[in-house]
């Protein structure tokens, strides 16, 4: 072995030895690290555990019905109405064959009524059915002793009048009473519906007006006190229509007593709005549709408060008194910091104030001004507050009275207030669009509805034709009369179209362009088709194909030089480009030729010259058909050109060689032939 591997040998033995003892040292300190820990532990006192605080019980949210859930809760009520209406043609059948006397047939409706009430009772005491069964027998119990007693009293004179309304009275005190305690807004509903039926009953009795309009009004207030209790806004707005409409009805019937029945009407909607004011509830979803419906109601009580005081001398002191209303429930909004309810009731106001102008003795066709903008002022609120049933009925209203406008009204005197009462519907529409158009930061449902159906776009089309139709009306009073032609119109046309392939989508909409490009095609065609006299302005003529050729050529230069027309609709030129470049040169050369025409046929060219022009406009729309087609490859342009120019040789040899003399002959054939060898030499370079 030799010398270097026994000194390997005894450095790995001393290495061994050293490890060996290291392991002695870790085995001897381990028990003394447990015991050490041991001790340390026993020094630290456990601390009890605390019981976890139990946190207070959540609320239980009410679980919401499902569909079947709500149709199953319908049934009863739906049964209970079958059910009285069975009783009541099966009491007619046995009337109408004599098997009972009125008399009888009352006494047994009445029983049928106490019959239902009482197994209501005891129904609801056992508990043998659901709370729907009961509530529509209570219900059923009430309908039946409201019609029994309307049918005794005025059908079949069986029961006094002062007895029937004694009676009526406790059956309508039975029904707001089981409404406040059986807490169901159907029920609430159906009572409401049901004992607004009396006034109808106290008109027959001849009751004085104050009577009735008391009776309106202390029927409503009662039922204020079950809708405040339960929160029943449905209730709320079906109980004030129908008192509203029974105001109403009763001051038609009635010849007299008008200021009665307007001040009834006021109080009433006064009662509403407190009630109203009391309900809502701003953070609620159905926040837009509850101010829609007070707007709505609002509106229609105005109308009807219109209708009612139309005979009274001073009826405008209503109209004020209705405005101070509106103006107390738009300053009590705004002290609550309800947006919507202030904005609701700010228009309320203004449009009443406006009405109050409209009946007071002013200056002849001030309200020709008015009306019009009362319809725009409801439909900028509707827009406003983004409520859709708003917006549907003020934008009826709106179209009729643009209708209206339009069809009543004359630019002539040209500064009148007839005059002004035409341009100013156009105007508002044009406002409207542009709110409309606003960007938002959210859609709801109906708006989205609105867009995908092209409602927006249909008005700015409207808009634009307003404006259209009012031009027309000033070319038939001031340019040329009715029978003539409408240039000014076909200008504005011309016009439009142009401005409106400028306009971003979000400006102009989505239908508007098409139709405007099928007018100005139409328009084209009607001008350059046959020439005609315009009674010694013919120079508007020529300046209407003017601008229909200006159009045309700032079209073609725009797509051929890449412009603000090309880059709006450029993800579509590149396959339309070449269709469009060779209909535009087309028409142009057809406006060309009708112009040429038109200075003939006035007297303003001469008729061999005409020929000679209109054939040098055909070499040329040929020549640059196809120098542009053969430049840009644009292959329709270049069949465009050929086409053309087959027809230019056919009308110069066939028709213009017999018509022309021979210097108009020479010079034409010349500046064709420089044409064509120009035009030869750029293809060949080409």
């Given at each position: 072995m030799?010398?270097?591997?026994?000194?390997?040998?005894?450095?790995?033995?001393?290495?061994?030895?050293?490890?060996?003892?290291?392991m002695?040292?870790?085995?001897?300190?381990?028990?003394?690290?447990?015991?050490?820990?041991?001790?340390?532990?026993?020094?630290?006192?456990?601390?009890?555990k605390?019981p976890?605080?139990?946190?207070?019980?959540?609320?239980k949210?009410?679980?919401?019905?499902?569909?079947?859930?709500?149709?199953?809760?319908?049934?009863?009520?739906?049964?209970?109405?079958?059910?009285?209406?069975?009783?009541?043609?099966?009491?007619?059948?046995?009337?109408?064959?004599g098997?009972?006397?009125?008399?009888?047939?009352?006494?047994?409706?009445?029983?049928?009524?106490?019959?239902?009430?009482?197994?209501?009772?005891v129904?609801?005491?056992?508990?043998?059915?659901?709370?729907?069964?009961?509530?529509?027998?209570?219900?059923?119990?009430?309908?039946?002793?409201?019609?029994?007693?309307?049918?005794?009293?005025?059908?079949?004179e069986?029961?006094?009048?002062?007895?029937?309304?004694?009676?009526?009275?406790?059956?309508?005190?039975?029904?707001?009473?089981i409404?406040?305690?059986?807490?169901?807004?159907?029920?609430?509903?159906?009572?409401?519906?049901?004992?607004l039926?009396?006034?109808?009953?106290?008109?027959?009795?001849?009751?004085?007006?104050?009577?009735?309009?008391?009776?309106?009004?202390?029927?409503?207030?009662?039922?204020?006190?079950?809708i405040?209790?339960?929160?029943?806004?449905?209730?709320?707005?079906?109980?004030?229509?129908?008192?509203?409409?029974?105001?109403?009805?009763?001051?038609?019937?009635?010849?007299?007593?008008?200021?009665?029945?307007?001040?009834?009407?006021?109080?009433?909607?006064?009662?509403?709005?407190?009630?109203?004011?009391?309900?809502?509830?701003?953070?609620?979803?159905?926040k837009?549709i509850?101010?829609?419906?007070?707007?709505?109601?609002?509106?229609?009580?105005?109308?009807?408060?219109?209708?009612?005081?139309?005979?009274l001398?001073?009826?405008?002191?209503?109209?004020?008194?209705?405005?101070?209303?509106?103006?107390t429930?738009?300053?009590?909004?705004?002290?609550?910091?309800?947006?919507?309810?202030?904005?609701?009731?700010?228009?309320?106001?203004?449009?009443?104030?406006?009405?109050?102008?409209?009946?007071?003795?002013l200056?002849?066709?001030?309200?020709?001004?008015?009306?019009?903008?009362?319809?725009?002022?409801g439909?900028?609120?509707?827009?406003?507050l983004?409520v859709?049933?708003?917006?549907?009925?003020?934008?009826?209203?709106?179209?009729?009275?643009?209708?209206?406008?339009?069809?009543?009204?004359?630019?002539?005197?040209?500064f009148?207030?007839?005059?002004?009462?035409?341009?100013?519907?156009?105007?508002?529409?044009?406002?409207?669009?542009?709110?409309?158009m606003?960007?938002?930061?959210?859609?709801?449902?109906?708006?989205?509805?609105?867009?995908?159906?092209?409602?927006?776009?249909?008005?700015?089309?409207?808009?634009?034709?307003?404006?259209?139709?009012?031009?027309?009306?000033?070319?038939?009073?001031y340019?040329?009369g009715a029978?003539?032609?409408?240039?000014?119109?076909?200008?504005?046309?011309?016009?439009?179209?142009?401005?409106?392939?400028?306009?971003?989508?979000?400006?102009?909409?989505?239908?508007?362009?098409?139709?405007?490009?099928?007018?100005?095609?139409?328009?084209?065609?009607?001008?350059?088709?046959?020439?005609?006299?315009?009674?010694?302005?013919?120079?508007l003529?020529?300046?209407?194909?003017?601008?229909?050729?200006?159009?045309?050529?700032?079209?073609?230069?725009?797509?051929?030089?890449?412009?603000?027309?090309?880059?709006?609709?450029?993800?579509?030129?590149?396959?339309?480009?070449?269709w469009?470049?060779?209909?535009?040169?087309?028409?142009?050369?057809?406006?060309?030729?009708?112009?040429?025409?038109?200075?003939?046929?006035?007297d303003?060219?001469?008729?061999?010259?005409?020929?000679?022009?209109t054939?040098?406009?055909?070499?040329?729309?040929?020549?640059?058909s196809?120098?542009?087609?053969?430049?840009?490859?644009?292959?329709?342009?270049?069949?465009?050109?050929?086409?053309?120019?087959?027809?230019?040789?056919?009308?110069?040899?066939?028709?213009?060689?017999?018509?022309?003399?021979?210097?108009?002959?020479?010079?034409?054939?010349?500046?064709?032939?420089?044409?064509?060898?120009?035009?030869?030499?750029?293809?060949?370079?080409?």
């Open positions: 030799s010398r270097e591997m026994e000194q390997r040998i005894a450095k790995l033995e001393k290495e061994m030895e050293a490890l060996r003892q290291e002695d040292v870790l085995k001897h300190q381990q028990p003394l690290e447990k015991t050490t820990v041991q001790k340390v532990n026993r020094s630290i006192p456990v601390q009890p605390k976890i605080p139990k946190s207070a019980p959540t609320p949210t009410k679980p919401q019905r499902s569909f079947e859930e709500q149709m199953m809760w319908a049934l009863p009520k739906v049964f209970m109405v079958i059910l009285v209406l069975g009783v009541l043609w099966g009491l007619k059948l046995v009337s109408d064959y098997y009972l006397s009125n008399e009888v047939k009352i006494i047994l409706a009445y029983s049928l009524s106490l019959a239902l009430a009482a197994i209501a009772y129904v609801e005491h056992k508990k043998l059915g659901s709370s729907a069964i009961t509530i529509s027998l209570y219900g059923g119990a009430f309908i039946v002793g409201i019609l029994t007693t309307a049918a005794g009293a005025i059908l079949y069986v029961i006094g009048l002062t007895l029937a309304l004694i009676i009526a009275i406790v059956y309508i005190g039975y029904g707001i009473a409404s406040y305690f059986k807490k169901n807004e159907v029920l609430t509903v159906f009572v409401a519906f049901t004992s039926l009396l006034p109808y009953l106290l008109e027959y009795m001849d009751f004085s007006a104050f009577i009735v309009l008391i009776f309106v009004i202390v029927l409503l207030t009662m039922l204020q006190l079950v405040w209790h339960h929160k029943q806004k449905i209730a709320l707005y079906i109980s004030t229509f129908f008192s509203i409409m029974a105001v109403g009805i009763v001051a038609f019937i009635n010849s007299d007593h008008h200021v009665v029945f307007a001040l009834g009407l006021m109080i009433t909607l006064a009662i509403f709005y407190t009630s109203w004011c009391r309900l809502y509830n701003v953070e609620s979803k159905w837009p509850h101010v829609g419906l007070q707007f709505s109601l609002s509106v229609f009580s105005l109308l009807l408060l219109n209708f009612i005081s139309s005979p001398e001073y009826n405008e002191l209503l109209l004020l008194g209705l405005c101070i209303l509106f103006v429930v738009a300053s009590y909004g705004y002290k609550q910091k309800w947006q919507e309810a202030f904005d609701s009731a700010v228009t309320l106001a203004f449009i009443t104030l406006c009405n109050t102008l409209l009946v007071m003795n200056p002849e066709k001030v309200d020709d001004l008015l009306l019009p903008f009362i319809a725009f002022a439909v900028m609120m509707s827009l406003r983004r859709s049933l708003m917006k549907v009925v003020s934008s009826i209203g709106f179209t009729i009275i643009l209708l209206l406008s339009y069809v009543a009204h004359e630019p002539t005197p040209f009148s207030i007839e005059h002004l009462s035409l341009i100013m519907p156009g105007v508002y529409l044009f406002i409207i669009y542009m709110y409309a606003r960007q938002k930061d959210t859609v709801n449902a109906f708006e989205k509805l609105m867009k995908d159906v092209y409602v927006l776009d249909l008005v700015a089309v409207m808009t634009a034709g307003y404006f259209l139709v009012y031009i027309a009306k000033l070319d038939s009073v340019v040329a029978s003539n032609f409408p240039h000014l119109m076909s200008i504005a046309i011309a016009l439009f179209f142009a401005g409106s392939l400028v306009l971003p989508v979000h400006y102009k909409g989505r239908a508007l362009t098409p139709v405007l490009t099928v007018l100005f095609l139409f328009f084209t065609l009607m001008i350059s088709g046959i020439p005609y006299h315009m009674q010694g302005i013919e120079w003529n020529i300046a209407t194909r003017l601008v229909y050729i200006a159009v045309f050529v700032a079209i073609i230069i725009d797509l051929l030089m890449q412009g603000r027309i090309y880059q709006m609709y450029q993800q579509h030129m590149t396959k339309y480009l070449d469009l470049i060779s209909i535009g040169v087309v028409c142009t050369m057809i406006a060309l030729c009708g112009l040429v025409s038109q200075l003939a046929y006035n303003l060219l001469a008729w061999k010259l005409s020929i000679a022009f054939t040098i406009t055909l070499f040329l729309s040929a020549s640059l196809l120098w542009l087609g053969s430049i840009r490859q644009l292959r329709i342009l270049r069949l465009s050109g050929f086409a053309i120019l087959a027809i230019a040789f056919i009308k110069l040899i066939f028709f213009d060689l017999s018509a022309l003399d021979l210097f108009i002959r020479a010079v034409l054939f010349m500046s064709i032939g420089g044409i064509g060898l120009l035009l030869s030499g750029r293809l060949l370079r080409k």
